[in-house]
């Protein structure tokens, strides 16, 4: 069965720090695109960062370079996001996905996903003191 389980989210004070685990099972996903988004109540589905399938390239959203880092495990079975500084407006669930990418539109990055890809169940992190 193919599956990606996020883990790792909580209640953390503002300025704290963050690292999500993605992991995911079935052979369907060796090779391809891991990336992480997240939803705050009211608002639409954001992408954050997206890894590709060897791991060598990583791309981020314009709007949040410099709060996250995305990596792989050695096996590359697990995709982690390590989240710097939080503030309460990141409070939101954080979803990983498959086969997402970076799209360049009006000289900002995006990260997309393919109608293709995969979503784990999410894991709630809320910034608060």
């Known amino acids: 069965q193919v599956q990606l389980v996020e883990s790792g989210g909580g209640l953390v004070q503002p300025g704290g720090s963050l690292r999500l685990s993605c992991q995911t099972s079935?052979?369907?996903?060796?090779?391809?695109?891991i990336g992480w988004f997240r939803q705050a109540p009211g608002k639409e589905r954001e992408g954050l960062s997206c890894i590709s399938g060897d791991g060598k390239s990583t791309y981020y959203a314009d709007s949040l370079k410099g709060q996250f880092d995305i990596s792989k495990s050695d096996a590359g079975k697990t995709t982690y996001l390590q989240i710097h500084s939080l503030k309460p407006e990141d409070t939101a669930v954080y979803y990983c996905t498959s086969d997402c990418f970076l799209e360049r539109r009006g000289g900002k990055s995006y990260i997309r996903r393919t109608d293709f890809g995969s979503w784990g169940q999410g894991t709630q992190v809320t910034v608060s003191s």
């Open positions: 079935g052979l369907t996903f060796v090779g391809r695109s």
